[in-house]
């Protein structure tokens, strides 16, 4: 089957001289089938020769990357390529299946690796691991600065380059924080992931003959400082009656005291993510004048103030008459006459800052004598106090968007409390089924004395 036609439109070279701003004022644009392109250039002169190659390429009949955008006659070979370059490939395929923070987080992860895959007998960048977390993921050609794009050209480590010792000292960096001190056990193994994933994608596209990542032994992933646990340590969550007086005793004389007062009661009555608490809107409550209402859970942030999909998807959540109460106040208190308004928003109209949200939660606690908890902790909370009041399992699981399998892991320690209860179910199971009937009593004269002889029991009466 032939090949569809490219459509590619080249621009005159524009001039953005009048922008101050602009340290490469000379910007070649041009279209891959309908998306855009560009590039800067410090003088007329690169911008003329760098539009001229593109008019030249298309001429010879040459196909255009979809990825980088430029001629596929002028990829270097896949083995010379610097693994800045790679990264960006790579993020740029796997782009459209990830959710948003999963983009988020890849991209931290390898601007941290390529960051350290670089010859260090030079001083690198200021804040190069900071550029690169802005310039790997698509779309951010706009943001590259020529300067520091120049110096991982020269320095990064190349794809046919990356032996197994060179891959291992690699392995061995990316798990340590910048002091030097191992990661913990979830974000090391996570980096390690998404490390070899992108050197997987290498090998399979022939840049890397085999896989250069060391295997980690069966001994070594089976130690005990080395296994993962996800349960959460049920003894430093606040009880109830602490949950509601720190709830309390986050209002102040600040205006902005009440909106992550209302937001922290919503994370713990209704077990909600902060992610997903920051974009309710009025249309997901159900607020009934008595008992229970429910919140509809189908949006989240996505971590750039954008709305997503929650991380578990779509759920609804019924909410006790307390967060009703809370809620109906808070609504009579605005002007939120639109249903697809946002249910929070600052005094000036703006979203609510996740470092202050912090901030006042932890202030609360201090005041009511807690050691501080993140936000999050609130849906943790929720989550024991749904568990000990005898709240089936799969109901919890639903509510808070898990499964039974991930509830159990998480919150194991909230069933330890069961004990005694299932110990007396289990006592009247088996007296049910093993009580015999009592003997009739025999007169004393009539029972057997027995002594203990070597061990042997002897009736003295005989």
Same mark, same amino acid.
């Given at each position: 089957?032939?090949?569809?036609?490219?459509?590619?439109?080249?621009?005159?070279?524009?001039?953005?001289?009048?922008?101050? +701003?602009?340290?490469?004022?000379?910007?070649? @644009?041009?279209?891959?089938?309908?998306?855009?392109?560009?590039?800067?250039?410090?003088?007329?002169?690169?911008? +003329?020769?760098?539009?001229?190659?593109l008019?030249?390429?298309?001429?010879?009949?040459?196909?255009?990357?979809?990825? =980088?955008?430029?001629?596929?006659?002028? @990829?270097?070979?896949?083995?010379?390529l610097?693994?800045?370059?790679?990264?960006?490939?790579?993020?740029?395929?796997?782009?459209?299946?990830?959710?948003?923070?999963s983009?988020?987080?890849? $991209?931290? $992860?390898?601007a941290?690796?390529?960051?350290? %895959?670089?010859?260090?007998?030079?001083?690198?960048?200021?804040?190069v691991?900071?550029?690169?977390?802005?310039?790997?993921?698509?779309?951010?050609?706009?943001?590259?600065?020529?300067?520091?794009?120049?110096?991982?050209?020269?320095?990064?480590l190349?794809?046919?380059?990356?032996d197994?010792?060179r891959a291992?000292?690699l392995? +061995?960096?990316v798990?340590?924080?910048?002091?030097? =001190? /191992?990661?913990?056990? /979830?974000?090391?193994?996570?980096?390690?992931?998404?490390?070899?994933?992108?050197?997987?994608?290498?090998v399979?596209v022939?840049?890397?003959?085999?896989d250069?990542?060391p295997?980690?032994? @069966?001994?070594?992933?089976?130690?005990?400082?080395? @296994?993962?646990?996800?349960?959460?340590?049920?003894?430093?969550?606040?009880?109830?009656?602490?949950?509601?007086?720190?709830?309390?005793?986050?209002?102040?004389?600040?205006?902005?005291?009440?909106?992550?007062?209302?937001? =922290? !009661? $919503?994370g713990?009555?209704?077990?909600?993510?902060p992610?997903?608490?920051?974009m309710?809107?009025?249309?997901?409550l159900?607020?009934?004048?008595?008992?229970?209402? &429910?919140i509809?859970?189908?949006?989240?942030?996505?971590?750039?103030?954008?709305?997503?999909?929650?991380?578990?998807g779509?759920?609804?959540?019924?909410?006790?008459p307390?967060?009703?109460?809370?809620?109906?106040?808070?609504?009579?208190?605005?002007?939120?006459?639109?249903?697809? %308004?946002?249910?929070?928003l600052?005094e &000036?109209g703006t979203?609510?800052?996740?470092?202050?949200?912090?901030?006042?939660?932890?202030?609360?606690?201090?005041?009511?004598?807690?050691?501080?908890?993140?936000v999050?902790d609130?849906?943790?909370? !929720?989550?024991?106090?749904?568990?000990?009041a005898?709240v089936?399992l799969?109901?919890?699981a639903? &509510?808070?968007?898990?499964? $039974?399998?991930?509830?159990?892991?998480?919150?194991?320690?909230?069933?330890?409390?069961d004990?005694?209860i299932?110990n007396?179910?289990?006592?009247?199971?088996?007296?049910t089924?093993?009580?015999?009937?009592? /003997?009739e009593?025999?007169?004393?004269? !009539?029972r057997?004395?027995?002594?203990?002889?070597?061990?042997? %029991?002897?009736?003295?009466?005989?």
């Amino acid at each position: 089957m032939p090949r569809a036609v490219q459509r590619i439109h080249i621009y005159a070279v524009q001039d953005r001289r009048s922008n101050l +701003q602009a340290n490469r004022p000379w910007v070649v @644009r041009w279209t891959v089938d309908g998306r855009e392109r560009s590039r800067s250039f410090g003088r007329k002169g690169e911008a +003329q020769r760098y539009r001229s190659e593109l008019d030249r390429a298309v001429g010879d009949g040459s196909r255009f990357d979809p990825v =980088t955008g430029e001629p596929l006659s002028w @990829r270097p070979p896949l083995s010379d390529l610097g693994l800045h370059e790679w990264a960006r490939r790579w993020l740029a395929e796997e782009w459209v299946e990830w959710a948003p923070r999963s983009r988020k987080s890849t $991209v931290e $992860v390898m601007a941290r690796f390529v960051a350290l %895959a670089v010859d260090g007998r030079s001083q690198p960048p200021t804040d190069v691991r900071r550029y690169l977390q802005r310039t790997l993921g698509p779309g951010t050609e706009s943001a590259r600065e020529q300067r520091i794009e120049a110096w991982l050209n020269r320095r990064c480590l190349r794809l046919g380059d990356l032996d197994r010792e060179r891959a291992r000292d690699l392995a +061995q960096r990316v798990t340590l924080k910048l002091d030097g =001190t /191992p990661m913990a056990a /979830p974000n090391a193994a996570r980096h390690r992931a998404n490390c070899h994933a992108c050197l997987i994608a290498a090998v399979e596209v022939g840049a890397i003959e085999t896989d250069p990542w060391p295997r980690r032994t @069966r001994s070594r992933s089976r130690r005990k400082s080395q @296994r993962t646990s996800r349960a959460v340590d049920i003894r430093a969550l606040p009880t109830p009656e602490t949950m509601e007086a720190a709830i309390a005793a986050m209002a102040n004389d600040k205006r902005g005291s009440l909106v992550y007062q209302a937001m =922290t !009661a $919503v994370g713990y009555y209704a077990g909600l993510r902060p992610s997903e608490t920051a974009m309710l809107r009025v249309r997901s409550l159900d607020l009934p004048e008595s008992g229970w209402g &429910r919140i509809w859970v189908t949006e989240a942030d996505d971590g750039d103030g954008k709305p997503a999909d929650p991380k578990t998807g779509r759920r609804d959540v019924p909410i006790p008459p307390v967060l009703v109460e809370r809620l109906a106040t808070w609504l009579d208190g605005r002007d939120l006459g639109d249903p697809d %308004a946002l249910l929070f928003l600052t005094e &000036r109209g703006t979203r609510p800052n996740q470092q202050n949200w912090n901030r006042a939660w932890k202030l609360a606690l201090s005041k009511v004598g807690h050691q501080p908890l993140r936000v999050y902790d609130c849906r943790h909370a !929720a989550a024991t106090t749904w568990l000990r009041a005898g709240v089936p399992l799969g109901e919890v699981a639903r &509510r808070l968007g898990h499964s $039974v399998d991930t509830l159990v892991a998480n919150y194991v320690g909230a069933l330890e409390t069961d004990e005694e209860i299932s110990n007396t179910k289990i006592d009247e199971a088996l007296g049910t089924a093993c009580r015999r009937p009592d /003997p009739e009593p025999q007169p004393a004269s !009539a029972r057997p004395h027995l002594a203990l002889v070597g061990g042997t %029991a002897v009736d003295k009466a005989g």
